[in-house]
């Protein structure tokens, strides 16, 4: 047997899980009509096929109907969802990883326009920021309704073959009553720490008296707010300790901070460029002063940082959740001694930000996860070998690339630059996003493993590529910088581009143009404001950076806002003219009746790329399917049949933002869905 601390079994209670990796609550937002369906089970069974000890089914699945979801969370509440959640406990089960689910009610921690329309509740008044509604003051007959609902909640868990439930309490009802921020009742619900725990207690209690002792259950809880005036460590400690001298529970999971912001809930879920695991040494604390099992995760995305963290003691099971959305298979990888090919989590936070904004998490380097119905996680190997010509090494060529190494083909990749990684190159040239960086190491890595041939600093023409004899031509050639969006003086204007890779120096006094709305616009803003300029971010939408998204955006503001940048949105910068050392912008606006002329040293416009595809069209003649892609077929997951000209030699592809300018996930999704049946 190992002697890998990881690998080590840990006995909970009757409850033997088979190693010390699990995977967190997390709510990919996959429900259909609130029950975990075929997408779910088998988002979930990946996981555990790839050796996880235990899966935390779902976040903060709903208990009542006045906890509607605010990300598709599953429906507790109903009785249908029982042998929807049996299909999936029976499935996990089978390949030898244990199942819980996270039960909730979010309290003022969602919106009264969902669902059933019904008033939210919470022990106060106050309102939560990120979910923006006013909660009703919570009421005696509500008290004893939920407390109700948490316990049959339970009850169709165990009905439906769970191990167990795991109470969420941090920024939701159960925290919100325990901390004096959140909490204004009177007695026997509010004031003191033991009045503001009744109704935790209360709820474990009736779950405990429904589901039995052979049953797990666990809290998830913030053991410090880092909130002036909300639950601080000193109390943290002592509820820690009371949860467990309450004999009601078998674990504690810990988290440090609150949630109630964008920021604070990127502190609790760090994303790239914050440190690694920030709250371990916390979770220690807390394990030591309890010697009670403790849980916890919170940016552990790496097998040496999880073995430290079982072998130092400080936890009994580490999470690693998103490092299991970028890789469900860490577990077996660590069993065959094959680390170095686990894919890496660069902490993108795309899955997070995708189920508010997209309504689905989605990696954004592992296009196979939350859609394992349709997307392998594992290629299975081509038929026929084939000879497969990729031009362009950045995330969509590199996917294309390793994707057609792993189905057995001879491959080929032609790149203009010294080195791979395409734009996402110029995405780690901000510090604080180097860890994109892995995103193209890793594939560097798995190709050369592959027997991928690359030949960088070479500039492909048509006939290097057809010198090649190739089967399969893919053009992932990626875009420029598209600048020319202006009625006069686009010749004035410089790039976002131009500015982080360094081409031209930042101004003093700069307008930015950003109507693309996505990371370059504000990378930009903060290269030039840390040079010293000052910078305006100029959108004629109703808000800045929108494809940046809620958790992504903390970091720039938290260095944006102290260099002063400032925002300006619902203008519209129409032409731009030189005066003297000067240029000036004409701005008006899409509601009309505007015309201002404002004066600035520099204007960068970011508006996305067009597609570099000079070689696509050159070749397009020759290819057997004249570059044409059969969207149904492509959607089936078959090869693609199209046959549009006799002559052709070779099957002809685009991919990326060599179509049009997306983002990295879509380009990687390209590659995968296209050369999987090649
Ligand atoms: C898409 C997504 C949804 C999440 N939803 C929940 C949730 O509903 N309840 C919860 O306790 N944690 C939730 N989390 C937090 C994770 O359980 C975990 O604490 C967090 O991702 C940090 O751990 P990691 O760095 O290993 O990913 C969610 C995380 C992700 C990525
Ligand atoms: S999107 Fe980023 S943070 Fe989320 S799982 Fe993928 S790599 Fe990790």
Redesign the pocket.
């Known amino acids: 047997m190992s002697n890998d601390p990881l690998l080590q079994p840990y006995q909970l209670k009757h409850l033997t899980l088979r190693n010390r990796i699990i995977v967190?609550?997390?709510?990919?937002a996959y429900p259909e009509d609130g029950l975990p369906k075929e997408r779910y089970r088998a988002y979930t069974v990946e996981r555990a096929k790839g050796g996880v000890a235990m899966t935390m089914t779902a976040?903060?699945a709903a208990v009542s109907k006045d906890s509607p979801p605010v990300f598709n969370n599953l429906l507790a509440y109903k009785d249908e969802i029982v042998p929807w959640i049996r299909e999936m406990t029976d499935a996990v089960h089978e390949e030898g990883a244990a199942i819980m689910i996270?039960l909730t009610h979010l309290g003022r921690r969602t919106r009264w326009d969902k669902g059933e329309w019904l008033p939210v509740v919470a022990p106060s008044h106050h309102r939560e920021a990120s979910h923006r509604a006013f909660p009703k003051k919570i009421e005696d007959w509500d008290i004893e309704r939920i407390i109700k609902d948490f316990a049959d909640a339970a009850e169709r868990m165990k009905a439906g073959g769970m191990d167990g439930v795991e109470l969420?309490a941090y920024g939701h009802l159960i925290d919100q009553f325990a901390s004096p921020l959140t909490n204004e009742l009177d007695g026997p619900y509010g004031g003191s720490l033991d009045n503001r725990m009744r109704f935790c207690f209360d709820v474990l209690k009736a779950i405990r008296a429904r589901v039995g002792d052979d049953f797990i259950l666990g809290v998830?809880y913030t053991a410090d707010e880092c909130l002036p005036g909300g639950t601080g460590k000193e109390e943290g400690l002592e509820i820690s300790k009371r949860l467990k001298q309450s004999g009601l529970i078998d674990y504690l999971n810990v988290i440090r901070g609150h949630i109630d912001t964008d920021a604070g809930l990127t502190d609790v879920?760090p994303i790239q460029g914050m440190a690694n695991s920030p709250h371990l040494d916390f979770a220690g604390e807390i394990r030591a002063a309890t010697n009670f099992p403790t849980f916890h995760?919170?940016?552990?995305?790496d097998v040496a940082t999880a073995r430290h963290a079982i072998a130092s003691g400080k936890v009994d099971m580490v999470?690693?959740?998103?490092?299991h959305?970028t890789d469900p298979h860490i577990v077996r990888k660590i069993i065959e001694k094959r680390e170095e090919d686990i894919r890496p989590c660069v902490g993108a936070n795309y899955?997070?930000d995708r189920?508010y904004q997209g309504g689905a998490?989605y990696c954004i380097h592992n296009a196979a996860t939350g859609r394992e119905l349709t997307m392998p996680h594992s290629i299975a190997k081509a038929d026929r070998r084939k000879k497969v010509v990729v031009i362009g090494a950045g995330p969509a060529g590199l996917e294309a690339a390793r994707v057609a190494g792993e189905r057995g083909h001879e491959v080929v990749v032609f790149e203009a630059a010294n080195d791979p990684g395409g734009q996402i190159r110029l995405t780690a040239q901000s510090e604080r996003r180097r860890e994109m960086i892995s995103i193209i190491d890793w594939r560097m890595s798995q190709c050369e493993k592959l027997g991928v041939t690359f030949h960088f600093n070479s500039w492909a023409e048509a006939g290097t590529v057809q010198a090649e004899n190739p089967d399969v031509v893919i053009i992932a050639t990626g875009g420029l910088p598209h600048t020319e969006v202006l009625s006069k003086g686009n010749e004035l204007v410089v790039s976002a581009w131009d500015i982080i890779s360094g081409d031209v120096k930042p101004g003093t006094n700069v307008l930015i143009f950003d109507d693309a709305g996505d990371h370059a616009g504000l990378q930009a803003a903060e290269f030039i404001a840390k040079a010293g300029g000052k910078v305006e971010i100029m959108t004629p939408d109703r808000s800045f950076a929108p494809e940046v998204m809620a958790m992504n955006l903390v970091p720039y503001m938290r260095s944006l806002q102290k260099l002063d940048v400032t925002f300006t949105v619902t203008y519209r910068l129409e032409a731009v003219e030189k005066s003297g050392n000067e240029l000036v912008a004409h701005v008006g606006s899409d509601y009309g009746g505007i015309a201002k002329q404002r004066t600035f040293d520099q204007i960068v416009i970011n508006h996305g790329t067009i597609p570099l595809d000079d070689l696509y069209f050159e070749l397009k003649p020759a290819s057997s399917n004249l570059g044409e892609v059969l969207h149904d077929q492509l959607i089936a997951g078959r090869p693609q049949t199209a046959w549009r000209n006799a002559d052709g030699k070779f099957q002809l592809f685009r991919i990326g933002d060599a179509i049009a300018a997306r983002n990295t996930h879509a380009a990687i999704y390209d590659a995968l869905r296209l050369v999987k049946d090649i």
Request: charged share 20%; glycine share 8%.
């Open positions: 967190t609550a997390h709510e990919p976040g903060s996270q969420e998830r879920i995760a919170a940016k552990i995305p999470g690693m959740t998103r490092a959305m899955c997070l189920i998490a």
